[in-house]
Structure formats: C-alpha cells, structure tokens
C-alpha cells in the first residue's frame, strides 16, 4: 500500500479563511463557507495479479482533475469545499467496480476530509480454444492425432473430432497437430492463434488421406 498527497483545486466555492470572514448579517451563512478540505481515494483490487493491469487506473474529479493510481494505492488530493463526482476510471475490461462509480464526496466546514474507496474486482483475463479436426479419405490414420497448445499440454483428438482448452490467457498461441501418419496431410502446422477476454477461438485442421496415385 503506497499513499501520497496532491494539490488538485477543483473550481468550487470561494475559499474564505474563518479569521477573515465577517460571518454578520453581510456575510455568507456558516454552511456556506467552503474551506479547502482532502479527498482520500483508495483503490484495492482482488484478482490474480496476471490478470490486473499493470497500468493502473485514473481517478477523475469532476473532469477537471485526472490522476494515474495504481491497482493497490492511496492518494490525497486536496480540492475546494462542495460536492465533488470521483470517478474511477481506465479499466480494464475484465475488472469491474464493487459498489458505486462514481462517487460523491463532500467537502465542507463540517467535514474537511472525505475518504472515498474503490473495491474492484478482476476476472480471468483469457479466453478458450477449440482445436478441430476433419479428415476426409480412404485411409485416414487409425489411432488419431494430439494436439499440442504452446509446445505442451499435448491433447489426444479424433481424425474428425475436437478438443478444448477452456482456460487460456489473452495473447497469441501456437496450436500444432502431431502424430499425423500414413498418407494423411494437412495444412498451415502449427499456426498461431489469437485468444481474446471472454471469447472462445476456433483453430480447424482440414486433413486428406489417400495414398499416392499408382500405389
């Protein structure tokens, strides 16, 4: 947990020191005098930490201030008195809010400090493969194929079949089929293969198996 403070005066009320205010009939009302006070964003995030961005996030205060956070973090940042919109923003798609965003924050004579929390949550940022498998002729190989995502994680497959990875990282892959025997052949082995969040890629193998011609 990492904290730091900011001055970020956001538009608001006119500051008016309490010695200085003339609070009699020609002066403004007590609950109108909007001293400088402390918004303290906090931000935690639960997930794997491959799965956060490494980036951060951005709190916005009504638009006016911007400021780069990290996924773990406390920041002060000290506006004008009134109601002020904190936003936490530049998220990353498999992470979501808890709770509200934005949030209102109130700074007055009355309270000068005003702490704001954001909890977020991220998901398994990934996605699924499907490899597929479709052999056609008179002499397809007998005992199957394997795939093989990434150089591991070697799977048997059906000459027509299929097989699934449901859980693969966002980013670009290498799906191979071994084990092709005979006069079977295919095409493009291995290839790559881009997975994105929440989305399920489909890699197919178009296998032919017929001898040579004259044999």
């Known amino acids: 947990m990492s904290g730091h403070r900011l001055l970020a005066l956001a538009t608001g009320a006119a500051l008016c020191a309490p010695a200085a205010c003339d609070l009699g009939s020609a002066g403004p009302p007590l609950s109108e005098v909007s001293p400088d006070g402390v918004i303290s964003v ?12 490494s ?48 949030v209102s924050a109130e700074i007055s ?58 859980a693969v990282r966002a980013g670009t892959h290498l799906v191979e089929l071994s084990g092709v025997d005979g006069p079977c052949v295919t095409t493009d082995n291995p290839r790559p293969v881009e997975v994105t969040y929440g989305a399920e890629a489909v890699v197919s193998f178009d296998l032919v198996c017929e001898p040579p011609a004259g044999s």
């Not at 906090?42 to 956060?52: F, K, S």
């Not at 956070?69 to 936490?88: A, P």
């Not at 490899?131 to 056609?136: G, K």
């Open 42 to 53: 906090t931000t935690r995030t639960a997930g794997d930490p491959l799965d956060r961005d």
């Open 109 to 166: 004579i009355f309270q000068t400090n005003a702490p704001v929390v954001f909890e977020v949550t991220c998901d398994f940022l990934g996605g699924s493969i499907r490899v597929v498998t479709a052999t056609t002729g008179s002499q397809p190989d007998p005992d199957g194929y394997t795939v093989t995502l990434d150089g591991a994680d070697a799977r048997a497959v059906a000459v027509s079949g299929e097989v699934l990875y449901p």
């Open 55 to 102: 980036t951060g996030y951005h709190i916005v205060i009504d638009t006016l201030v911007d400021l780069a956070v990290g996924t773990d973090t406390t920041v002060e940042l000290t506006v004008r008195g009134g109601v002020r919109d904190v936003v936490l923003d530049s998220i990353q798609e498999n992470c979501a809010v808890v709770g509200d965003n934005p």
